[in-house]
């Protein structure tokens, strides 16, 4: 069964750094949305791409965060620098369509 | 901005025991889904339910919706300690494109 790759899963760096993640959706969705989850909360929205497109990046600070989805198929989500608060885990998901959305495990941000 | 939220935050059964979650929502819908995440892990699709539909099975899942109320609940029948989760329902956004989620409740089933 196809599944979401992500990586890395877990990354560790200080505040100011910069940091990558990359994601490759299931082969054939052409939507693809990355979210950011706080320990204890929903996901919540960042960015959302049709093939190359952004669809909807209204939720991502985009003074620090940047997401490119440059030949509409993987992905990267970059965060310089990374503040504290940056805590959290970061989850990829694709869609054929507006309906059920495949995620991803994860990428788990510690910033210290 | 969460759409949903789920109710109770918590829940402790034993082995065998039916687990219900609740959710409750803000805006018209097109569809309600329940997603479950393991611990540490990705969000797992369990059920879609549109909303002219009142109610959904799939295995032991029970979905029901009523839009009257802006509710869904979610029964887990004869619970297994591998359904120990959090369970997360969502809606689409005003656009009809990406989830809204919920906070979820985190399920605890002992053996």
């Known amino acids: 069964e196809a599944e979401v790759a992500q990586s890395p899963r877990y990354k560790i760096t200080e505040k100011s750094q910069a940091v990558a993640f990359w994601c490759d959706p299931i082969s054939g969705h052409a939507t693809l949305y990355w979210y950011r989850q706080i320990l204890g909360q929903g996901p919540e929205l960042l960015v959302q791409?049709?093939?190359?497109?952004?669809?909807?990046d209204s939720q991502l600070p985009k003074d620090r965060f940047s997401a490119e989805r440059l030949k509409g198929v993987d992905s990267t989500l970059k965060i310089q620098p990374a503040e504290l608060g940056d805590s959290a885990m970061y989850l990829c998901?694709?869609?054929?369509?507006?309906?059920?959305?495949?995620f991803g495990p994860g990428t788990r941000l510690t910033v210290l | 901005s969460q759409q949903g939220e789920e109710d109770p935050q918590a829940l402790s059964i034993q082995e065998g025991e039916n687990a219900t979650m609740n959710c409750s929502y803000k805006t018209s819908i097109n569809n309600l889904q329940w997603y479950r995440q393991n611990s540490g892990r990705g969000l797992v699709h369990l059920i879609l339910i549109r909303s002219n539909e009142r109610e959904k099975h799939s295995g032991r899942l029970r979905v029901t919706l009523d839009t009257s109320k802006k509710s869904s609940s979610l029964l887990i029948t004869a619970s297994r300690a591998a359904d120990t989760a959090s369970y997360f329902c969502a809606t689409l956004n005003q656009a009809g494109t990406a989830l809204i989620f919920g906070k979820g409740t985190t399920l605890s089933v002992s053996s």
């Open positions: 998901a694709s869609s054929r369509g507006s309906d059920t959305q495949y």
């Open positions: 791409f049709q093939d190359e497109s952004v669809v909807d």
